[in-house]
Nanobody, 116 residues
Framework: QVQLVESGGGLVQAGGSLRLSCAAS????????MGWYRQVPGKQRDLVAA???????NYAPSVKDRFAISRDNAKNTVYLQMNGLKPEDTAVYYC??????????WGQGTQVTVSS
């Protein structure tokens, strides 16, 4: 069984920064894609950023140039550095990893609130 533990969310003023972490543990042989999604009440969960095992990244247009995703394969951990935060970045942020045969595994979510 694989578990994801997220940390780093919180309350920050507009223009501030936060760093999210997501550590995977359990029966893990390899992780192909690691990513972050976010969701606000009443809306769908949207991709924020993703990174492959080879280091290729993909960002939502609204966060490109402000957020940076990275991963430590030795620690099975993915990070999201969020700079220049805006009130519209307020959401619950979820970590997601893709495992061979198992498929997608989601974290429990961490709240990010940006005050104006």
């Amino acid at each position: 069984q694989v578990q994801l533990v997220e940390s780093g969310g919180g309350l920050v003023q507009a223009g501030g920064s936060l760093r999210l972490s997501c550590a995977a543990s359990g029966n893990i042989f390899s992780i192909s894609v690691m990513g972050w999604y976010r969701q606000v009440p009443g809306k769908q969960r949207d991709l924020v950023a993703a990174i492959t095992s080879g280091g290729n990244t993909n960002y939502a247009p609204s966060v490109k140039d402000r957020f940076a995703i990275s991963r430590d394969n030795a620690k099975n951990t993915v990070y999201l550095q969020m700079n220049g935060l805006k009130p519209e970045d307020t959401a619950v942020y979820y970590c997601k990893i893709m495992l061979p045969y198992t498929g997608a595994v989601w974290g429990q979510g961490t709240q990010v609130t940006v005050s104006s």
